[in-house]
């Protein structure tokens, strides 16, 4: 049943009636609500009725509305169960435009929609306020990147994004970031609204296991799967004291296109006189040929034999 959204007196503050703690945006000064949760937490719920709060609270602003499809943003945060023509109640219900992607509220305000899959159609889209659909399975960071140039509407743009959490570049960075709160959320935390068969063969069947732990429990799983070297065998085996080094090398490892997920690896190592080989530094970049070149060079600069 669509319910009415009801704002406190703050400005960071909200209150929907059925809404738990961790799915109230947080209060104080963001940029960015990242909201980090499993499946069926009701993450793309969350975010539609916070993008419903600020059309509704400030009127005649304009939003952009990102998921990582076209069909993903029809179908989930438009037109499925947790979309706005089905939560938000019918006085206050925003119009739906699909020949022009937008979203139309009675008070004025808009929002404009768009598949991450087109970093392009992005470009020059200006708002005050945005909504970014599980962001770790956009397919290019570039959408990310236009998203923020047009966030600059008004003295307080911001965007909520919300996730299930994979170790990508992007949501690494965004977990650092000082300007974005984090909030994390798993799948248990919405049992009474899940359908017991799927608590029952899902979380039965997942509960424990890798993939179980990203998906249901929102963990950001550092180590790939099947990957030689684990992140504690690193920590483990690191060395403090210096060393003499008989011979160094810098590999190079170019990343595949410019909208990859990755960078150029860029990994300085060292023989030493005990025979052994050593990893000394790590100047790897998400950049141009010209600028991964221009690290090499730095790297070179920066080592040479001792001994």
């Not at 019918?90 to 598949?115: C, H, Q, V």
């Amino acid at each position: 049943m669509a319910q009415r959204l009801i704002a406190g007196k703050k400005r960071d503050t909200v209150y929907w009636p059925n809404a738990r703690p961790n799915q109230r945006p947080p209060e104080g000064d963001w940029r960015f609500w990242l909201l980090l949760a499993g499946r069926g937490f009701g993450k793309s719920r969350t975010i539609v009725e916070w993008a419903h709060w600020q059309a509704m609270t400030r009127p005649g602003t304009r939003g952009n509305i990102v998921g990582a499809t076209g069909s993903d943003v029809r179908d989930i945060l438009v037109n499925g169960e947790s979309g706005f023509l089905n939560v938000i109640a019918e006085d206050e219900r925003p119009r739906y435009k699909p020949s022009e992607l937008t979203l139309l509220w009675p008070n004025g305000s808009m929002a404009l929609l768009f598949s991450a899959d087109e970093p392009n159609r992005l470009r020059g889209k200006q708002c005050h306020w945005a909504i970014a659909d599980e962001l770790a399975a956009w397919r290019y960071p570039a959408a990310w990147d236009q998203l923020l140039f047009g966030l600059r509407l008004g003295n307080d743009p911001r965007a909520a994004i919300a996730t299930t959490p994979r170790p990508t570049k992007l949501i690494r960075s965004l977990v650092k970031d000082a300007t974005c709160h984090v909030t994390r959320g798993s799948t248990y935390d919405n049992k009474a609204n899940l359908a017991s068969q799927f608590y029952t063969d899902i979380i039965n069947r997942y509960e424990g296991t890798r993939l179980g732990r990203q998906e249901l429990n929102a963990e950001i799983l550092e180590d790939v799967e099947g990957a030689l070297w684990k992140q504690d065998a690193i920590d483990n085996n690191r060395v403090t004291e210096a060393r003499v080094f008989t011979r160094i090398v810098i590999g190079v490892d170019p990343k595949a296109s410019a909208e990859a997920d990755s960078e150029t690896g860029i990994v300085v190592v060292g023989l030493g006189q005990d025979g052994r080989g050593y990893v000394i530094a790590d100047y790897s970049i998400d950049g141009t040929p010209e600028q991964w070149a221009q690290r090499v060079a730095y790297a070179y600069e920066r080592t040479a034999p001792t001994g």
